[in-house]
């Protein structure tokens, strides 16, 4: 868990912090960027293909300063399929693509 690499908001990854008992070693691709009001944040990266359309979901969680914070914002089905397809966000993220 990165929450930005500053142990203060790994309260706002709770459900992260529950799964994994507090062990930060088993999670991997947490960022901390912040990204401002209509601003794109744009993430490579390198996942097997065998993880598409094997019943695996990707859940991105978004938290802002000050504010709630927003559990599973985007929870997508990890397919071929859906790739290029626009999700939207249930709180701060307005739409997610991803693309292989």
Known sequence: MD???KSKYYKHLT???RMTGGDTAQVNGITGAS???????????DLSNALFDA???LHIDA?????RDSPAEVSVPLTT????????GRRYIQSFTYDM
């Open 35 to 45: 990204v401002g009001a209509g601003r794109q944040l744009e993430i490579s990266l």
């Open 55 to 57: 019943g695996y979901t």
């Open 15 to 17: 459900d992260w912090y």
């Open 3 to 5: 929450g930005g690499g």
């Open 63 to 67: 938290s802002v300063e000050d504010m």
């Open 81 to 88: 399929q859906g790739a290029g397809t626009p999700v939207s």
